[in-house]
């Protein structure tokens, strides 16, 4: 199964720490991390604030982005200040040798394009660029596969979707959870304390298994039933179900809720 997830831009609006704000997201890159989410997107909603939305955005494309792409493709800002705070991913594509002689043929690692001497070259993070020939513009992040180590070093660039152990994320915005849902073509499910309980499912995660799934959150203040309305019985191939049923707390906050639904999926597709 593939997953993506969509979650509101207004997800920090009861955090009014900016740590507290950057660590909540920071748990969100990680908990998709662990689970191997495909996609990110951030949707607008009610409460959503641009500030926040811009945020979240620039905080969750830092954190998977490999540590060192990232003085390339990050100035110093101050949505990025407490960066050190974060906790790093160290998933597959950051966790990279910096020795280029430990390079082999077939080997994947994340690049820039950087443009030097009057030509295009690919910045791999090591102490010289590696001479690239395709055609991404100066700035753009590409991923490279070595066809030859020392002294050559060169490349082919490849899709994500060549490469098989996962990669990372995506982050993707929409104006609207509808739009989100719009441009969606597969299983959609929805997570709600109103929904279907979790543990009737079992069968449900048996026929999607192969599939690309979706999972729907709503906000701190908006569920999906408030968010959507009527639409909500609308949406094609999709349920809404309840990952937390008897819970002792008032609500679940947002971070919770990712890590909890996304280990509850993970578990149930290997019953």
Not at 192 to 203: A, D, E, F, Y
Request: hydrophobic content about 35%; charged content about 25%.
């Amino acid at each position: 199964m593939k997953i993506s997830i969509a979650i509101p831009d207004s997800l920090l609006i009861e955090e009014p720490s900016p740590l507290g704000q950057a660590l909540k997201i920071s748990e969100i890159g990680r908990a998709c991390s662990v689970f191997r989410v495909n996609v990110i997107y951030l949707y607008h909603e009610a409460d959503g604030r641009d500030r926040d939305r811009s945020l979240i955005r620039t905080t969750l494309r830092f954190l998977e982005t490999p540590q060192y792409l990232r003085r390339t493709m990050y100035r110093k800002t101050e949505e990025l200040r407490f960066a050190g705070s974060l906790s790093p991913l160290k998933i597959p594509s950051h966790v990279q040798t910096p020795d280029p002689s430990k390079i082999k043929p077939g080997d994947i690692r994340d690049g820039v394009v950087v443009f030097a001497r009057g030509q295009k070259y690919v910045d791999v993070g090591f102490d010289k660029f590696i001479p690239y020939h395709g055609s991404e513009d100066e700035g753009k992040r590409i991923t490279v596969q070595f066809k030859e180590g020392l002294p050559n070093l060169s490349i082919k660039q490849i899709r994500r979707d060549e490469i098989k152990q996962y990669w990372g994320y995506e982050v993707k915005e929409a104006s609207s959870l509808n739009s989100v849902l719009s441009n969606w073509d597969s299983f959609v499910i929805f997570t709600s304390r109103k929904g279907k309980l979790i543990h009737k499912t079992q069968k449900y995660f048996q026929e999607i298994s192969d599939s690309e799934v979706l999972v729907v959150f709503g906000s701190p203040k908006r569920g999906v039933h408030e968010i959507l309305g009527k639409a909500l019985g609308n949406v094609p191939k999709s349920q809404i179900l309840n990952f937390f049923p008897d819970q002792a707390t008032e609500t679940v906050r947002l971070e919770e809720a990712i890590l909890g639904t996304l280990a509850i999926i993970n578990v149930l597709l290997r019953n």
